[in-house]
T-cell receptor, first 112, second 117 residues
Framework: AQRVTQPEKLLSVFKGAPVELKCNYS??????LFWYVQYSRQRLQLLLR??SRESIKGFTADLNKGETSFHLKKPFAQEEDSAMYYC??????????????FGKGTKLSVKP | DTEVTQTPKHLVMGMTNKKSLKCEQH?????MYWYKQKAKKPPELMFV???????INESVPSRFSPECPNSSLLNLHLHALQPEDSALYLC????????????????FGPGTRLTVL
């Protein structure tokens, strides 16, 4: 079954520390993966998509097919990074037509 | 215009009321989505419209009735809701909607926070 797992509900780090938000997926085929972020009282917005291999706000994420992972990383966390982060997978199986499957989310808290 | 807009921002309704949520985008996207998001939970897909046709209904109760009048608008009609339907209702749109094999990014609106009394 198609699944996205974010093992940490909450991740708390100090400002300037490295941060890694974990995401593992289960999907038979070539996955399309995304990271979405939801800041307090703001809309859910796209942060990264693996196909673009981009760095946004200092965050990067590399697709590792061997480990079925798409972890989100930033070398130096900032207080403004505090938010809810969702890993998402596009599902093309069983007539799903590419709909998003979201992980349960990880709340990142960056302390001063 | 590169945003998805939703109205109203907040809605409080009784269990016997009939109300509607509206979503609009002018990005030329042909796929539009309704999600339900409970507090501290990920969004759950409710409906998908692709080229103005309902393509996915994720076993949503009939008290929720979607409508896509044209390619820019998506409505969600609400009738006889229950208190457990209180949630943030998110609309999203994407360029194509699926089956294209490339990353079809979904853009989300700010949501309508619904409270059912």
């Amino acid at each position: 079954a198609q699944r996205v797992t974010q093992p940490e509900k909450l991740l708390s780090v100090f400002k300037g520390a490295p941060v890694e938000l974990k995401c593992n997926y289960s999907y038979s085929g070539s996955p399309e993966l995304f990271w979405y972020v939801q800041y307090s009282r703001q809309r859910l917005q796209l942060l990264l998509r693996h196909i673009s291999r981009e760095s946004i706000k200092g965050f990067t994420a590399d697709l590792n097919k061997g480990e079925t992972s798409f972890h989100l990383k930033k070398p130096f966390a900032q207080e403004e990074d505090s938010a809810m982060y969702y890993c998402a997978l596009r599902d093309f199986k069983g007539g799903s037509q590419g709909n998003l499957i979201f992980g349960k989310g990880t709340k990142l808290s960056v302390k001063p | 215009d590169t945003e998805v807009t939703q109205t109203p921002k907040h809605l409080v309704m009784g269990m016997t009321n009939k109300k509607s949520l509206k979503c609009e985008q002018h990005m030329g996207h042909r796929a539009m989505y309704w999600y339900k998001q409970k507090a501290k939970k990920p969004p759950e897909l409710m409906f998908v419209y692709s080229y103005e046709k309902l393509s996915i209904n994720e076993s949503v109760p009939s008290r929720f009735s979607p409508e896509c009048p044209n390619s820019s608008l998506l409505n969600l009609h609400l009738h006889a809701l229950q208190p457990e339907d209180s949630a943030l209702y998110l609309c999203a749109s994407s360029q194509d909607g699926g089956g294209t094999g490339f990353a079809d990014t979904q853009y989300f609106g700010p949501g309508t926070r619904l409270t059912v009394l």
